[in-house]
């Protein structure tokens, strides 16, 4: 049984999730390891809800927010989102934890396309990284 | 009724100074009858382990395997549990060593930094380093409540457990519009106006420290250093404070500057691990996930 | 056989004798925790050393915290000012009281078979009660900060503590003075008096005038031979020499060894006590004593009484009339640099902090000299004393009351000194 990598990506509504459902209706493919859910803003998103995602077994943690920053639906999310988890990877980093399993990008809800292909780059990069814990996880479950 | 009390004291890791507090406190000194009651404190010449204790005072975090049956070993015997001090509590600073793997180190070690409710039932934690008169009132309160009733009130912590900022006397001009103008070092605090520190741009834990300290540091002019641990409410220290602190800092220029002018300011903390957790990082979310990350088991 | 918890040390270190047909063959103090903090300490922001080190230790941690405290200030290229002195040097001289009043009545005294713990534990009353006026609290003073305090007391604070204090002089010197007559019908008391201990170093901090410096003065290094040599802290460093056994301990400096460093070494290289009260019961010492230098180590009691009551005389006059606290609080002036070191001679002895920081002000490297890094090689040798002799109550006893007089901190030993790079 080989590991295969499995990820969390949390994206705004308005735009990252908007394009992640132009993906499907567009029939564009992207990697299956990793799970997506819509949000309304990431910046209600505390660090604890992404360090207890790790906790939960995911390889992996993706933020995908609203661009140009400054149009984010609420004003402001972006800035506050970006700060908090630029701080946690800092901290990642000094417990042993590779900041590059936190990972955030900035959309318009026409970017499919560019979605696809950092999710799929991103879980590459995890796969290099290998799993969060030393045990692994099996089939992706 | 505090004739023949057997009291104790046991010291873990950590500088367990706060001990004899307990016996300098005038009103819990007499309800545990002073110094003539103390029958083990190895630290302080009572060296023979007695058959039973009426109260034990633990404090300081747990190390050594032979702690861990040290301590299971006295809870066994004693009546009243008192987990006492930040460190045998939440870590405190030895706590910072929670990263390091000591089993690899040597003999007997544990392979990060325990803390006494991780190992045994307290009935009492009191926090703080060290914990103040007020809390140590509230603690003769407690005890006096547990000796004379044969049924005690279950676990009990000691202390207020509000946030710190809720009643601190350092206020923001204008509480609903809080900001940090940017970061500033401990030693970069020059000219303090009296203002709150968040505002100031000093990176003072109070908003998610429990307030059971009274504001010590506080009034003289130092930041909260998280000594008395989470409030109420608070998850993880550290992690809760970056929230909180990525709310209000440089507030009026988002919207206004990219994205690099925030993350070259808050490059200027070097050492965010050292800030947010210098008392509670064996109880950190991270830790847990770090040490998960090695393999270490929970057990 | 093995001694563990030790009295007065505690369950963190133990005494282990071994035996040949009932006699002692060998006897040593072994550590058996570690706190590995000084690792965690590379790495971490400057500024935070101060409120982290004292975790090292519980009778001295204020000066942990002022030695650390200096360091960082000779890192950043800060003064201190003169009230910020003042005030270290008030909450130094608080804990050295409490630390030879808790070190006597607690760990040897009660060995020795005399029992004025109570009347301890009323003057650690008075002590911790004056450190909590001062800064808050009787653990980490947070007031102590790189170029100066965050806080002053007021006048009425003041006047509280000057009070306490007047008290608290009253108090040691009574005690202090009862305890010595005390003493001198002991019989195990003179019995260890009289047991032969070879002669050793001694190193303290020395003030202008000859007497005990804290944190003012210079390191003075007084060898067997009689001669004293003023050392810079950068000069002692380079000629210390080092011996690992689990744990790093000074074998000597500059050819001298070993050394010893606390309340006995300071009574040693001090000319006199300024101050009325102290000197008189200096003198009444050096009647018992015979002279100086002593090197009996069980002479450490006396050595604390005496300085315990020259303690307290100094906070009372401190705050009697405390024109030095008029001035400037802080000194924010600073020329950073990569280097400082922090120098002070607490209760239980020397201190030496040396800091290494990068152009970020993270501490990249560290060293930490502590007291018991000097006293463990003559507590070794001292302990070596008893090979040959019957292992019984008596023997242990000494080797336990030994152990007390230079109370040896296990947590200290475990930090490894050893570092010099230059980054």
Do not use: M
């Given at each position: 049984m080989t590991w295969e990598p499995w990820l969390i990506g949390f994206l705004e509504k308005w735009t990252a999730g908007l394009a992640a459902e132009s993906a499907g209706v567009n029939r564009v493919r992207y990697s299956p390891n990793i799970v997506l859910i819509n949000i309304p803003c990431p910046s209600r998103l505390s660090p604890v809800h992404i360090v207890k995602a790790f906790l939960a077994g995911a390889d992996g943690v993706y933020i995908g927010g609203s661009m140009p920053p400054a149009d984010c639906h609420y004003k402001v999310g972006n800035y506050k989102t970006f700060k908090r988890m630029y701080l946690l990877k800092k901290l990642m980093a000094q417990f042993g934890i590779e900041p590059e399993r936190l990972r955030m990008d900035w959309y318009v809800s026409p970017m499919y396309r560019a979605l696809a292909k950092n999710l799929d780059e991103f879980v590459e990069t995890i796969k290099k990284l290998g799993p969060i814990t030393s045990r692994g996880r099996v089939d992706g479950l | 009724m505090s004739e023949g009390l057997s009291i104790g004291f046991l010291e873990l890791t950590g500088c367990s100074t706060c001990l004899e507090n307990v016996l300098l406190h005038e009103k819990l000194s007499g309800i545990l009858g002073g110094l003539g009651s103390v029958k083990y404190w190895p630290s302080h010449g009572y060296t023979v382990e007695p058959d039973s204790l009426d109260v034990l005072f633990v404090s300081g975090a747990v190390r050594t395997r032979a702690q861990v049956e040290k301590l299971k070993k006295l809870r066994g015997k004693t009546r009243i549990l008192v987990a006492y001090g930040t460190c045998s509590i939440?870590?405190?600073?030895?706590?910072?060593?929670?990263?390091?793997?000591?089993s690899s180190r040597g003999e007997g070690f544990l392979e990060t930094i325990k803390t006494v409710p991780d190992i045994v039932e307290p009935d009492i934690l009191v926090t703080g380093c060290p914990p103040t008169r007020d809390q140590l009132d509230e603690l003769a309160g407690v005890i006096n409540d547990y000796l004379e009733n044969e049924k005690p009130r279950g676990k009990v912590f000691i202390g207020n457990r509000n946030s710190l900022c809720r009643d601190c006397p350092r206020k923001p001009r204008d509480p609903s519009r809080l900001e940090m103008p940017g970061i500033k070092r401990d030693?970069?605090?020059?000219?303090?106006?009296?203002?709150?520190f968040l505002e100031q741009g000093i990176l003072c834990l109070g908003p998610v420290t429990s307030s059971g300290c009274g504001h010590l540091c506080i009034l003289r002019g130092r930041p909260c250093m998280g000594c008395n641990g989470p409030a109420r409410g608070v998850v993880d220290q550290g992690l809760n404070y970056i929230s909180s602190i990525g709310s209000i800092l440089l507030k009026s220029m988002e919207r206004i500057r990219m994205f690099d002018y925030f993350a070259a300011e808050i490059d200027r903390l070097v050492d965010p691990m050292g800030y947010l957790y210098r008392y509670t990082l064996p109880k950190s979310l991270l830790t847990k996930l770090a040490l998960k990350k090695r393999g270490v088991s929970e057990k | 056989m093995i001694i563990s918890p030790v009295p007065g040390i505690g369950e963190d270190a133990r005494l282990v004798f071994d035996e040949e047909e009932g006699r002692i063959k060998n006897v040593r103090l072994e550590a058996v925790n570690k706190l590995f903090i000084e690792e965690v300490l590379r790495g971490r922001a400057l500024e935070l050393l101060p409120s982290i080190t004292p975790i090292f230790c519980s009778s001295d941690s204020w000066s942990y915290t002022v030695a650390s405290v200096m360091a960082v200030e000779d890192v950043l290229g800060r003064k201190p000012t003169i009230p910020a002195l003042g005030l270290r040097r008030l909450g130094l001289l608080l804990e050295i009281i409490e630390n030879h009043v808790r070190n006597n009545a607690f760990k040897t005294l009660p060995l020795l078979g005399v029992d004025v713990r109570g009347e301890a534990l009323r003057i650690l009353g008075y002590t911790s009660r004056v450190k909590e006026l001062l800064t808050g609290r009787i653990l980490n003073p947070v007031i102590y900060v790189p170029g100066g305090a965050s806080w002053k007391p007021d006048n009425s604070i003041l006047r509280e503590m000057a009070g306490l204090a007047r008290i608290l002089s009253e108090k040691i010197d009574d005690h202090g003075r009862r305890l010595i007559g005390n003493l001198r019908n002991n019989e195990l008391y003179n019995k260890m008096l009289n047991l032969e201990f070879s002669q050793a170093g001694y190193v303290a901090v020395i003030g202008g005038n000859g007497e005990p410096g804290i944190i003012n003065g210079e390191i003075a290094l007084l060898k067997p031979s009689g001669g004293i040599e003023k050392l810079g802290v950068n000069e002692l460093l380079d000629k210390v020499n080092i011996s690992s056994m689990g744990f790093s301990y000074w074998v000597e400096i500059n050819g001298v060894g070993p050394v010893r460093s606390g309340p006995l070494a300071r009574l040693n290289i001090?000319?006199?006590?300024?101050?009325e009260k102290a000197s008189s019961i200096y003198e009444e010492v050096l009647l018992i004593t015979g002279g100086k230098p002593v090197h009996n180590p069980f002479y450490t009691v006396l050595a604390r009484i005496v300085e315990s009551i020259y303690a307290a005389e100094l906070v009372y006059e401190s705050l009697s009339d405390t024109d030095w606290l008029s001035g400037v609080l802080m000194n924010t002036k600073e020329s950073p640099g990569k280097i400082g070191y922090g120098v002070v001679d607490g209760g239980r002895g020397l201190i030496i902090h040396r800091y290494l920081a990068d152009e970020k002000l993270v501490v990249r490297d560290l060293s930490l000299y502590t007291p018991s890094h000097f006293n463990y090689a003559v507590l070794r040798r001292d302990l070596s004393l008893l090979k040959g002799r019957v292992l019984g109550d008596e023997t242990v006893r000494i080797a336990e009351a030994l152990s007390t007089l230079y109370d040896p901190c296990v947590s200290e030993l475990t930090i490894n000194p050893v570092v010099k790079g230059e980054g």
């Open positions: - | 939440y870590g405190g600073l030895i706590g910072l060593t929670a990263l390091i793997n000591a030693h970069e605090l020059v000219g303090d106006d009296g203002r709150c | 001090v000319h006199g006590y300024p101050s």
